[in-house]
Nanobody, 125 residues
């Protein structure tokens, strides 16, 4: 069982930055691929990016070049640095975890087993 707790959301103006954090309770954090998703009102949950146990990252086209995911395996944490924020980035952001050897699609919500409660990010124009 893995518990995930996000923090760092808030209100920011367009063009600004926010850094989200996700703290995991996993005994062996490094065996998990960590993903970030977001869900805007009335929309489906969408993939933002993910980071493997070794630090390899992959991003959705909509955030590529603006968002950066990092992890600290010693501290059981993963971060989402969001720069050049746009109003369309407004959503509840979730971190999620899956075992690194999972064969499911790592770019969909269905590929993840554990989820945090989410943190609200609001970008004003």
């Amino acid at each position: 069982q893995v518990q995930l707790v996000e923090s760092g959301g808030g209100l920011v103006q367009a063009g600004g930055s926010l850094r989200l954090s996700c703290a995991a309770s996993a005994r062996t954090f490094s065996i998990y691929t960590m993903g970030w998703f977001r869900q805007a009102p009335g929309k489906e949950r969408e993939f933002v990016g993910r980071i493997s146990w070794s630090g390899s990252t992959y991003y959705a086209d909509s955030v590529k070049g603006r968002f950066t995911i990092s992890r600290d395996n010693a501290k059981n944490t993963v971060h989402l640095q969001m720069n050049s924020l746009k109003p369309e980035d407004t959503a509840v952001y979730y971190c999620a975890a899956r075992l690194a050897n999972s064969r499911t699609d790592a770019s969909t919500p269905y590929g993840y087993t554990y989820w945090g409660q989410g943190t609200q990010v609001t970008v004003s124009s």
